[in-house]
């Protein structure tokens, strides 16, 4: 529900705020005062197409706010919101957008950024502009068929759910089809290639680590003189060399023996002692494996030379199939399935045949289902379409709902478009072809009236649906309006005082002269000032009895 706009500086507009609430929300004022001006600003920020002609004269830029009360029983809505990852809090769902002259929209919902489209779709799930407006949803061809469905009730719907199940799988298991089917000789293409590229994968059996193996062993293979050479001198200084006299060893040896009788003498070298024997031991057991070491060293151009073949065939797999060894790995689990679905190809689309002429069986039993609650629905709900326009002055017209076979789609076999002649002798035509802004309002009304109960859009709005109405159809029209929004909430711009004075909230639009400039202001209505904008209306002059009629008619409301 929409509980406040509030424009700044588009068209005649300098700056309003109306607070709407729920109920019958009405809206008055002289012919040209600038009514549909709002409507334009709340399309605005419905996501409507908008120019920088709409910023007022003088101004750099247009601002338009749409705050709404949001209901988290609405499914369509919440699926819009989801799809554009809008979070609602509270209940409480801000629209906003501002025109630059330069022609720039910056958009936000609930205070984040947001792209035009967003905003639109989201608009859409939350306003329905009836009137001489593109915001005209129940215009929109594609959507009757959703329409018709909605009255069907609950089992037509769950028809429809097992339509685009069956839709779903008939166009699966037909792209599978079509994918094997696609260019035999692509296919054998393809499997000689993948082919080669798994066995030379396998051939190599490359491992994940490897590499990084091969290297430092070709590092070590490689330095062997110099590993040899500098394991030879460590030990030959631990040592003292082939004399084995003057190494390290010799020298910690004589350390220990000295310290060892100096102890005797003073105990407190024993500490010293200890850590001079243990320097032997470690020099000692260093020794062991620096000579170790250099017994092991390798000398081996072979092998060698095998690991630089092994890398190379390692460099080339890499080239081929990926920048590590993990990725050609993964490239050739990836090629095995798609060498076992293309070898298995003539067996698979063998059996993908039978399973399309079965999905395409069970679509069209679907389909058919749905066509018969259709075909069922469509009499009756034309019939009550043309009760409630015959109410509105419009008894002379015809409404059909011819429902026409078609290729199946997710939304069933049947093309539905709603038909209609609002005179006699016309032929019944497209609804979206009507030219009538008021009858195409009215036309809007009896289906609303009629789908009150399923039609989920909270707000409605229309545009001066009394064109052409007076007397006791004016006084229908008002019932219905009144009658309908206590379902949703109804704003109206009307020229009728018998609707005026069904409102729950009035407002007066007024345009003057200010300064050398054209302002429109609105104003809300108090009880006094609805009694004398009520006897406006009316036609006459503010005398007592217009005035008395015009309280009686609030009276009755």
């Not at 073949?309 to 490239?331: A, I, M, N, P, S």
């Not at 009307?494 to 909230?505: K, S, Y």
Request: with cysteine; charged share 30%.
């Amino acid at each position: 529900m929409l509980t406040e706009l509030s424009v700044e500086n588009f068209a005649l507009v300098e700056k309003v705020r109306l607070p709407f609430g729920p109920g019958l929300n009405i809206l008055t004022g002289e012919t040209g005062a600038g009514k549909s001006i709002l409507l334009d600003a709340l399309g605005m920020v419905l996501g409507e197409r908008t120019g920088a002609e709409s910023i007022r004269h003088g101004a750099d830029r247009a601002r338009v706010e749409a705050v709404f009360a949001v209901d988290d029983g609405d499914e369509r809505l919440r699926e819009v919101l989801e799809a554009a990852g809008v979070e609602v809090e509270d209940g409480v769902l801000l629209l906003s957008r501002e025109l630059s002259a330069a022609g720039k929209s910056v958009v936000r919902i609930n205070g984040r950024p947001a792209t035009v489209g967003m905003l639109k779709s989201v608009g859409d799930a939350l306003v329905d502009i009836h009137g001489q407006h593109e915001h005209q949803s129940l215009l929109a061809v594609e959507r009757h068929a959703d329409i018709l469905d909605a009255w069907c009730g609950p089992k037509a719907l769950a028809l429809k759910a097992g339509v685009a199940a069956a839709h779903a799988r008939a166009q699966e298991a037909a792209r599978e089809l079509a994918a094997l089917q696609h260019d035999a000789r692509e296919r054998a293409r393809t499997l000689d290639l993948l082919a080669f590229q798994r066995d030379e994968i396998d051939a190599a059996a490359p491992k994940v680590d490897e590499e990084e193996e091969l290297l430092a062993e070709r590092i070590r293979l490689g330095s062997a003189e110099k590993l040899f050479a500098a394991a030879a001198g460590a030990y030959d200084a631990l040592t003292g060399g082939p004399r084995e006299t003057g190494g390290a060893l010799d020298g910690l040896g004589k350390a220990v023996a000295e310290i060892e009788h100096a102890a005797k003498l003073d105990e407190r070298l024993n500490p010293l002692l200890e850590s001079l024997q243990n320097a032997l031991y470690v020099a000692e057991d260093a020794a062991r494996e620096v000579r170790n070491y250099r017994d092991g060293v390798e000398f081996n151009p072979d092998r060698l030379e095998q690991i630089e073949t092994r890398l190379d065939t390692l460099k080339t797999l890499k080239r081929k199939y990926g920048d590590t060894l993990e990725e050609v790995l993964r490239y050739r689990e990836e090629i095995g399935g798609r060498l076992e679905t293309l070898e298995n190809a003539e067996e698979r689309i063998a059996l993908l045949t039978v399973e399309v002429e079965r999905t395409r069986g069970d679509l069209a039993a679907a389909a058919a289902k749905l066509t018969k609650a259709r075909k069922r629905a469509a009499e009756p709900f034309a019939a009550a379409i043309m009760k409630e326009l015959a109410d509105l002055a419009m008894g002379a017209t015809r409404f059909a709902v011819p429902v026409e076979p078609r290729a199946p789609t997710a939304s069933g076999a049947d093309a539905v478009e709603f038909l209609i002649s609002p005179n006699p002798g016309v032929p019944l035509k497209p609804l979206a072809k009507i030219a009538s802004g008021g009858e195409i309002s009215r036309v809007m009304l009896a289906m609303k009236s009629v789908l009150a109960r399923t039609h989920s859009v909270p707000s409605l709005i229309f545009d001066e649906i009394d064109s052409g109405i007076g007397g006791r159809t004016g006084t229908v029209l008002a019932e219905k309006l009144h009658a309908l929004s206590s379902t949703a909430q109804v704003l109206c711009i009307t020229h009728l005082p018998q609707i005026a004075a069904r409102g729950d909230r009035h407002f007066s639009i007024e345009k003057r002269a200010e300064k050398n400039r054209t302002v429109v202001t609105v104003c809300t209505l108090g009880p006094d000032e609805r009694v004398q904008e009520i006897a406006r209306m009316l036609g006459g002059a503010a005398s007592d009895t217009v005035l008395q009629h015009a309280r009686e008619m609030l009276a009755t409301k």
